[in-house]
């Protein structure tokens, strides 16, 4: 059995938890805590192979556990949170996975198959993963640990926060999105949704099969793609649904292929 901790101040979080799990007769629920000072009391307590730790908790928060508990002394940790903006901290902290919600039962599964298959090697290699995190060789083989644990799935909806509020955008209703600096701008109508984040960093999230950058300021949801017109200059016009006109510029002309499903001639420059 896998010996598992839920901790989330949410009842309803909770109880989604260990509903999923519950229905694996693999995992075993242990205890549920409502806050960080329950949670680092349980894990010193029992006997845990994973934990499911919430970010923004009373009392200590989900880094606070660990920093009391000890990254070595953690059983597998998976954070669960509402909160997109501390995932590279929570790989920092050796965390396996990082779930945003409100979840689908799908994504979480991915991570139940993830659970049981770092729990299968460690077995194997006859070493548990509180030796492997106590004693890395360098900082190389630290970041090359998180950058192995980090194999999060493409976006299945996007959260953005806007006006003191968490909106969720289905990505099939993104048309295309837009970068401003440090942030950027998402149409899904007329007025886009604005999101604090770098075009590059939101591109890496998204399923290259259905998004393609065309230009260093513009990535296009194919589903909305209406016409392509070739310009002057070797640029195409990308005509959306609805008639908003973007430019391919010559060195993303390579990924056309995934429009016209067939090979097209990469360009260098723009």
Request: aromatic fraction near 8%; proline fraction near 4%; hydrophobic fraction near 40%.
């Amino acid at each position: 059995m896998i010996r598992a901790l839920i901790v989330d101040d949410e009842a309803l979080a909770r109880e989604a938890l260990r509903e999923i799990l519950q229905d694996d007769a693999s995992f075993e629920v242990v205890k549920e805590c409502k806050n960080g000072k329950e949670a680092v009391q349980a894990i010193q307590k029992e006997k845990l192979d994973v934990v499911f730790l919430d970010v923004r908790m009373p009392l200590l928060d989900g880094f606070e556990v660990i920093e009391q508990v000890g990254v070595d002394k953690m059983p597998l940790t998976i954070f669960v949170t509402a909160y997109d903006s501390f995932a590279i901290k929570a790989f920092e902290a050796q965390a396996l996975d990082y779930v945003l919600k409100p979840f689908d039962e799908e994504r979480f599964r991915k991570t139940i198959e993830r659970i049981k298959r770092q729990l299968s090697r460690d077995s194997a290699e006859g070493v548990t993963r509180k030796t492997e995190s106590a004693a890395p060789e360098g900082l190389e083989d630290k970041l090359r640990a998180v950058l192995d644990a980090y194999k999060p799935g493409y976006l299945d909806r996007l959260p953005v926060r806007t006006s003191g509020r968490v909106v969720f955008l289905q990505m099939a209703e993104i048309r295309w999105i837009e970068s401003a600096g440090n942030y950027v701008q998402i149409f899904t109508g007329e007025e886009p949704v604005i999101m604090r984040e770098t075009l590059s960093n939101l591109e890496q999230r998204l399923d290259p099969n259905r998004f393609i950058r065309i230009h260093r300021s513009t990535i296009v949801n194919v589903e909305h793609v209406k016409e392509l017109r070739p310009w002057y200059t070797g640029e195409y016009i990308v005509i959306m649904n609805g008639g908003k006109e973007l430019t391919l510029a010559r060195r993303y002309r390579h990924l056309l292929k995934r429009l016209l499903n067939e090979p097209v001639e990469e360009a260098s420059g723009e």
